[in-house]
Structures are given as structure tokens and as C-alpha cells.
């Protein structure tokens, strides 16, 4: 198992989570049900692949290339936010993202959840060196968002599907808490670093009660929608369908939090704990995006 497997692994499975996860936007949809195919997947997914299209082992992610493939690759029918489609059009036209980033939302930059709903498959690729996974995830955050709470939302997933994967080499699942505890570790204070604690002591609670605690991504925002996707990933680390299915009961904006929680999750379990019926219904993902060395 090298890191390009783990990386891959946590692309299927944010995908899955991702193009399922939007399925429950589409009127009659139900949770006992599962949707025809095919299921596309969202700006979630095309994001992930291009950050997955440009890392390299031993070389540090070219934040220019990367602010390249996103422009390159962006399709508004995704389902891009506002905000997103300004910049990223931006880019595509050739701006700089150190000038179109920061200047975001009135000069503040964003803090919604878009850099870290893209992130597991880069930290699977860093599985064992989370200090790397860390550094690299934020990085590839700035890019689009230059607000704290959307880069340490990164922070936290990238740290989470490095921890996971690395869990997966040794075999040796991780205690929930223990895993919350390292990835507090790499955050500084702040409403995401908060929701981190907040979901540790949550833990065992129902889905609802953690989605009421800690939200489930209806705001857009990093410092709601990552805490709970934690805790739903640690809480179902190796039971991808449950992970998945425990989105989907908490509404919101689930596939964003299908898609992080998918990346990290499979990051543990592989791409055999991704239901085969599941990955044949996914849209197929773009060849660039298998391009990770």
C-alpha cells in the first residue's frame, strides 16, 4: 500500500459521499431508498481531483499549479457557490490568487467549508506525517480561502485522513477521542478549534444531537460543518455506509460533509469498504484526476 493507493482510496470515497450526499437534494429522494444512478458529483469532487492531479511525492504542493487546475477544470454547474464562481472565474481569466483570495467577502476572504470539503485525499497521500499534512493543507487552502476558520477547517480534515490512513498500514484503529485529540493538536484557537472540542465531548451522543450541537454544514461555513464531520468520521471509522447514511439523517449541506467524511473514512477502510453498488452508480471520475505520483 503506498500513498498514491491511500490518496486514491479517500478520492473514491469523498466522491461516493459527495455525489451520494446530492442525491438528497432532489425532491422524493429517500433515506431508506437508495437513487438510481448514475449520481454526479459536485464542485466538492472536482476540486478534490485537481488537488489530487498535482501532488507529488517528496515536492511541495505548487500552490500556482494548483490555482491553475482549479480555473482550468471549473465547471459552474457543479454547484459552486457564489462566491466561489467569482474567484474562480478570476483565476481562469489569469488572476493572481494571492490578490483575488484575500480580497473576498469585503477583504476578510472566505471562511466557508469549500477548502476543506477538497482536502482528505492530500491527507491521505501525507499518511504518517501529519506535521506535513498540516502545513500542505493549508496551502492548498489559502488558495481560495484566505479566512482562518476555512483554513483550519482543512487543517483538521487533512490531519484526520493522515491519521487514518496511517491507522489503516499498522492496522490499528484508533480510540475516537484519541483521534479528535491529535487533530486539536494542529489547530489554533478559533470557532473550528472550538467545535473540535466540543465534538470530542459529544461523542456517543445520536446523530441529531451532535448535528443540533454542532451543525451540519446548512450555513456553508468551515466552523459548521467540519466538527460534526469529524465526529461522524471517528464515530464511524470503519463502517463507510453508516458514515455516509449518518450525513444523510443530519440534513444540511450533505455533500459537503458526505464528501469529507467519505475521504476520511475510506482513507481507513479502502476502497473495499466503499459498497460496490455505490461505485458503480458515481459518476466515473475525470483520468486527470488519477494523475497523483
Given at each position: 500500500?503506498?500513498?498514491?493507493?491511500?490518496?486514491?482510496?479517500?478520492?473514491?470515497?469523498?466522491s461516493?459521499?459527495d455525489?451520494?450526499?446530492a442525491?438528497?437534494?432532489?425532491?422524493?429522494?429517500?433515506?431508506?431508498?437508495?437513487?438510481d444512478?448514475p449520481?454526479?458529483?459536485?464542485?466538492?469532487t472536482?476540486?478534490a481531483?485537481?488537488?489530487?492531479?498535482?501532488?507529488?511525492?517528496?515536492?511541495?504542493l505548487?500552490?500556482?499549479?494548483?490555482?491553475a487546475l482549479?480555473?482550468?477544470?471549473?465547471?459552474?454547474?457543479?454547484g459552486?457557490?457564489?462566491?466561489?464562481?467569482?474567484?474562480l472565474?478570476?483565476?481562469?481569466?489569469?488572476?493572481?490568487w494571492?490578490?483575488?483570495?484575500?480580497a473576498?467577502?469585503?477583504?476578510?476572504g472566505?471562511?466557508g467549508?469549500?477548502a476543506?470539503?477538497r482536502?482528505a485525499?492530500l491527507?491521505?497521500?501525507?499518511?504518517?506525517?501529519?506535521?506535513?499534512?498540516?502545513?500542505e493543507a493549508?496551502?492548498?487552502?489559502?488558495?481560495?480561502?484566505?479566512?482562518?476558520?476555512?483554513?483550519?477547517?482543512?487543517v483538521a480534515?487533512?490531519?484526520?485522513?493522515?491519521?487514518a490512513?496511517?491507522?489503516?498500514?499498522?492496522?490499528d484503529r484508533p480510540?475516537?477521542?484519541?483521534?479528535?485529540?491529535?487533530?486539536?493538536?494542529?489547530?489554533?484557537?478559533g470557532q473550528?478549534?472550538?467545535?473540535?472540542?466540543?465534538?470530542?465531548r459529544?461523542?456517543?451522543?445520536?446523530?441529531?444531537?451532535?448535528?443540533?450541537?454542532?451543525?451540519?454544514?446548512?450555513?456553508?461555513?468551515?466552523?459548521?460543518?467540519v466538527?460534526?464531520?469529524?465526529w461522524?468520521?471517528?464515530?464511524?471509522?470503519?463502517?463507510?455506509?453508516?458514515a455516509?447514511?449518518a450525513c444523510v439523517?443530519?440534513?444540511?449541506?450533505?455533500?459537503t460533509?458526505?464528501?469529507?467524511v467519505?475521504?476520511?473514512?475510506?482513507?481507513?477502510?479502502g476502497?473495499?469498504?466503499?459498497?460496490?453498488?455505490?461505485?458503480a452508480?458515481r459518476?466515473?471520475?475525470?483520468?486527470?484526476?488519477?494523475?497523483?505520483?
Amino acid at each position: 500500500m503506498t500513498m498514491v493507493d491511500l490518496c486514491r482510496d479517500s478520492l473514491d470515497g469523498l466522491s461516493v459521499g459527495d455525489a451520494l450526499g446530492a442525491q438528497f437534494f432532489v425532491p422524493g429522494t429517500r433515506p431508506d431508498r437508495l437513487p438510481d444512478g448514475p449520481w454526479p458529483w459536485t464542485d466538492d469532487t472536482e476540486m478534490a481531483c485537481a488537488i489530487t492531479a498535482s501532488l507529488r511525492a517528496g515536492a511541495p504542493l505548487d500552490q500556482d499549479a494548483l490555482a491553475a487546475l482549479f480555473g482550468e477544470h471549473f465547471e459552474p454547474y457543479r454547484g459552486y457557490g457564489g462566491g466561489a464562481v467569482v474567484l474562480l472565474r478570476q483565476l481562469r481569466e489569469g488572476a493572481s490568487w494571492r490578490d483575488v483570495a484575500p480580497a473576498a467577502f469585503g477583504g476578510q476572504g472566505s471562511m466557508g467549508n469549500g477548502a476543506a470539503m477538497r482536502v482528505a485525499p492530500l491527507g491521505a497521500f501525507h499518511a504518517g506525517d501529519s506535521r506535513t499534512a498540516a502545513r500542505e493543507a493549508l496551502r492548498s487552502a489559502e488558495i481560495t480561502h484566505a479566512h482562518p476558520e476555512a483554513i483550519i477547517g482543512a487543517v483538521a480534515v487533512a490531519v484526520a485522513a493522515a491519521e487514518a490512513g496511517w491507522a489503516r498500514t499498522v492496522s490499528d484503529r484508533p480510540e475516537p477521542a484519541d483521534l479528535l485529540d491529535v487533530v486539536h493538536g494542529y489547530l489554533v484557537g478559533g470557532q473550528v478549534a472550538d467545535g473540535v472540542a466540543r465534538a470530542r465531548r459529544l461523542l456517543g451522543v445520536s446523530v441529531a444531537e451532535a448535528a443540533y450541537e454542532l451543525g451540519n454544514g446548512s450555513r456553508v461555513l468551515a466552523q459548521d460543518t467540519v466538527p460534526f464531520a469529524l465526529w461522524t468520521a471517528v464515530t464511524y471509522l470503519n463502517d463507510f455506509p453508516g458514515a455516509i447514511l449518518a450525513c444523510v439523517e443530519a440534513g444540511g449541506d450533505v455533500d459537503t460533509t458526505g464528501a469529507i467524511v467519505g475521504g476520511i473514512v475510506a482513507s481507513y477502510t479502502g476502497r473495499d469498504g466503499i459498497p460496490g453498488e455505490w461505485l458503480a452508480r458515481r459518476e466515473p471520475l475525470p483520468s486527470y484526476a488519477l494523475n497523483v505520483s
